[in-house]
């Protein structure tokens, strides 16, 4: 009798990297993938396969591609580095000196709704007054 040969037992695999292995090569390509990660189409395909664990450096590299940036808890989850830039998950871009001048641009804000709270408060005192001589004068008309 011939001996059985057991079926090709493969790796516990943790779920999670598939999912982000598959989003990555939905994201960006295969041939780009396999580029950034600098790895041949075999282990990709042994990855996607669940016949060899991701590596850990490999797994962090892909969250890295996804914009999950390395010590950052996932609050930039969907940012991601492109050619550059930043891209937002909504699809815009930042260069460095649009992040650097948001510094600026928050006190610019601040002032205009200091501004802001300051006209709003000449009106209303604009306004009172107006209503006071308004009914002021409805009462000399009344009175002649």
Request: hydrophobic share 40%; no cysteine; glycine share 2%.
């Given at each position: 009798m011939p001996p059985?040969?057991?079926?090709?037992?493969?790796?516990?695999?943790?779920?999670?990297?598939?999912?982000?292995?598959?989003?990555?090569?939905?994201?960006?390509?295969?041939?780009?993938?396999?580029?950034?990660?600098?790895?041949?189409?075999?282990?990709l395909y042994r990855w996607r396969t669940g016949r060899c664990k991701i590596p850990g450096h490999q797994r962090q590299a892909i969250r890295a591609l996804l914009g999950d940036l390395p010590g950052t808890e996932g609050r930039w989850s969907g940012w991601r580095?492109?050619?550059g830039e930043l891209l937002s998950p909504g699809g815009?871009?930042?260069e460095a000196g649009h992040v650097l001048s948001l510094v600026l641009l928050r006190q610019q804000l601040s002032a205009q709704e200091r501004e802001l709270r300051r006209l709003r408060e000449r009106l209303q005192i604009a306004e009172t007054a107006l209503q006071h001589y308004a009914g002021a004068a409805n009462e000399e008309r009344v009175r002649a």
């Open positions: 059985e040969t057991a079926p090709r037992q493969r790796l516990e695999v943790n779920r999670i990297p598939l999912r982000e292995l598959a989003h990555a090569v939905e994201l960006l390509g295969e041939r780009p993938l396999l580029r950034a990660l600098d790895i041949h189409e075999k282990t580095f492109v050619r815009d871009r930042f």
